[in-house]
């Protein structure tokens, strides 16, 4: 028996577990109340305290960020710079999986806070191969991204010194509430292996059953518990020190510093992941597959949480796009290598039966969680209406195709 949190669309089924309370309210969503009962001014005072420590004293760099142009970058740097008042390094794994519009995001990002970046480019050919595998034993087109962006900040930590690294939000703590604001969880190896790369180090990824070698995965490597300790390398979480609100971040950094938004063919939302063409499309329909629902879920939760969405409206929104077709998959498989017909078969393989009720050959039934959503009865209740803005005029759509690496477009 499905169980859904009476407040939020999540059921107990999420994947990085989740707990629906004897109230009937999920952990995520106790979680995030606390957001409107901390002193959030006392808490922006800790990280400063804490985060001064690392300042330094040679005019180095006081602190690593992780950017992927899209996302949370630009917020994260605009706290980083102007309200802790911190010089950082920028490093950025590029995953190949570029948009025109990522690629100028990016862009404007370096030109508008003036910091010094180092971006990964690890060969093309060995980022494929490793796809190739993955995709077919995990079931994933993203864990090089994945495993790229969450390694190379600690390298460069190890490289140059500098311990300290920030990130924006911690996933689990506020999808699923798995830690409270006040356990102010920091960064961890076991975190990184056990969600962000589905259980595989990348030493796990040579086998006997493939061709990948020591050298196509060192690079991915993280640094040892014992370099890690005497550099004193640390993580740290800005969501456990700042109410964490992604719309209305972004919304600020458009003002702000000109990001770039776009229209998604898979969600309402128009300001995360603008910089790739995979993780709304391919990577999303994957998402469908395994775990019985996509990143619009998430989407509407994220809005019924901060109030912005009522749970009817976010039900007919997860009905609407969930299962949009996807747009860049030739795309992709072109890219790795793989030939059209078998495209299918790599998706059939991945329905999870729990989801996707077999009928006949290349023919199955969605049996995803939405279709055990209920619509709430009551007359009383007025849907919100939500709106996020498109402020760019590129259309991923027109001529897709990954950008390697440039300086953006207009």
Request: hydrophobic share 30%; aromatic share 14%.
């Amino acid at each position: 028996m499905i169980q859904f949190c009476k407040n939020c669309l999540y059921s107990d089924q999420h994947p990085l577990g989740i707990i629906i309370h004897e109230d009937g309210i999920c952990s995520g969503c106790k979680v995030h109340e606390e957001k409107y009962k901390f002193d959030w001014k006392y808490r922006l005072e800790k990280l400063k305290k804490i985060v001064n420590k690392y300042k330094s004293k040679r005019n180095n760099y006081d602190c690593i960020v992780p950017i992927t142009g899209a996302g949370d970058s630009y917020f994260i740097i605009h706290i980083v710079k102007n309200i802790l008042k911190l010089n950082p390094l920028l490093v950025h794994y590029n995953n190949y999986y570029n948009t025109q519009l990522g690629i100028k995001n990016l862009a404007n990002l370096r030109i508008k806070f003036n910091c010094d970046i180092l971006i990964k480019n690890i060969n093309p050919e060995i980022v494929k191969k490793i796809t190739r595998y993955t995709l077919r034993k995990l079931h994933s087109d993203y864990w090089q991204s994945l495993a790229g962006h969450t390694v190379f900040p600690v390298q460069t930590a190890e490289k140059f010194k500098v311990p300290l690294i920030i990130w924006g939000a911690h996933q689990g703590t506020e999808q699923v509430g798995m830690f409270s604001h006040m356990q102010e969880v920091e960064m961890t190896r076991r975190f990184r292996k056990d969600h962000d790369l589905m259980g595989y180090e990348a030493e796990d990824l040579i086998k006997p059953e493939n061709d990948i070698t020591y050298e196509d995965i060192y690079q991915y490597i993280y640094p040892t518990d014992v370099s890690i300790k005497n550099i004193g390398i640390r993580g740290i979480y800005l969501s456990n020190y700042i109410p964490w609100d992604p719309k209305s971040q972004h919304e600020e950094m458009i003002k702000k510093y000109g990001y770039k938004t776009c229209n998604f063919n898979r969600t309402f939302e128009k300001y995360d992941h603008t910089n790739c063409y995979n993780y709304m499309d391919i990577h999303d329909q994957i998402k469908l597959f395994k775990v019985g629902y996509s990143k619009v879920t998430d989407h509407a939760v994220r809005e019924i949480r901060h109030k912005r969405l009522d749970r009817n409206t976010g039900i007919s929104l997860i009905k609407k796009y969930e299962r949009k077709k996807i747009l860049f998959d030739n795309l992709f498989f072109k890219w790795i290598g793989i030939k059209d017909q078998k495209n299918s078969l790599i998706f059939d393989v991945m329905k999870n039966n729990k989801y996707w009720l077999r009928k006949d050959v290349k023919k199955y039934k969605f049996n995803g969680l939405s279709k055990y959503l209920k619509y709430e009865k009551s007359k009383n209740k007025k849907t919100k209406k939500i709106y996020f803005i498109n402020n760019s005029n590129i259309n991923l759509n027109e001529i897709p195709n990954y950008i390697t690496f440039g300086k953006g477009i207009k």
